[in-house]
């Protein structure tokens, strides 16, 4: 079983609807949770940091952490054109530097 | 705002050459990384390098590579002999303290032939 599961998508939209991205993971030991965004050729740009269980809002954005399932989300709120691009989630554990990242979702927004 | 810069942002090398890709990592950062992304897959961990050694290091971090803080500034990822399979984006990244955010440079497209 992989660390981190991500649905690749691809996930297509019209502008202005919710968006929700979702990663599960299979070791309990995570504590902290990210949302990179990256486009193409790019590097990853970190859009949301949350530890352990909860929610943080940001904007359009909100990180959701289940850590009793396992599962975390990405809600992106009335959906932009310019928010077409893969959403990477990564965690971590509480000790150690090391990141663990889904595949990426990749998503579109049609004007 | 402080950014991560990396150079080049395109190699392209013969397989067994050495490359040596760079990173100028932001200024007051500690904790730094070098990560691959094969085309079409996931970011993966290669290493993290702290108080000018390496902390932790993937199984992909063989013999073939190295890292060096050489002047204070720029942070180094060497492949020895390249091969194919090293053909990625290698993304470098720093943190400022442990348990805050990395960020990421724009990456370096590898391309062995």
């Known amino acids: 079983q992989k660390e981190v599961e991500q649905d690749p998508g691809p996930l297509s939209v019209p502008e202005g609807a919710i968006v929700s991205l979702n990663c599960t993971y299979s070791?309990?030991?995570?504590?902290?949770f990210m949302w990179y965004r990256q486009y193409s050729r790019k590097g990853p740009e970190l859009l949301m940091y949350?530890?352990?269980?909860g929610n943080k809002e940001d904007g359009r954005f909100t990180a959701q952490v289940d850590k009793s399932s396992k599962y975390i989300s990405l809600f992106i709120r009335d959906s932009q054109p310019s928010d077409s691009a893969t959403y990477l989630c990564?965690?971590?554990?509480?000790?150690?530097?090391?990141?663990?990242f889904g595949t990426g979702t990749s998503l579109t927004v049609i004007p | 705002e402080p950014e991560v810069t990396q150079t080049p942002s395109h190699q392209v090398t013969q397989m067994g050459q050495e490359v040596i890709l760079r990173c100028v990592p932001i200024?007051?950062?500690?904790?730094f990384y070098w990560y691959r992304q094969i085309l079409g897959q996931k970011v993966e961990f290669l290493v993290s390098?702290?108080?000018?050694?390496?902390?932790?290091k993937s199984e992909i971090f063989d013999d073939q590579f190295s890292v060096e803080r050489p002047d204070g500034s720029n942070f180094t990822l060497k492949i020895r002999s390249t091969k194919l399979e090293d053909s990625a984006m290698y993304f470098c990244?720093?943190?400022?303290?442990?348990?805050?955010?990395?960020?990421f440079g724009p990456g370096t497209r590898l391309t062995v032939l």
């Open positions: 390098f702290y108080n000018n050694e390496i902390s932790e």
């Open positions: 990564a965690m971590r554990r509480n000790t150690g530097n090391q990141f663990y």
């Open positions: 200024s007051n950062h500690l904790y």
């Open positions: 990244a720093c943190q400022r303290e442990t348990l805050n955010e990395q960020f």
């Open positions: 070791n309990s030991a995570f504590q902290y």
């Open positions: 949350t530890y352990s269980s």
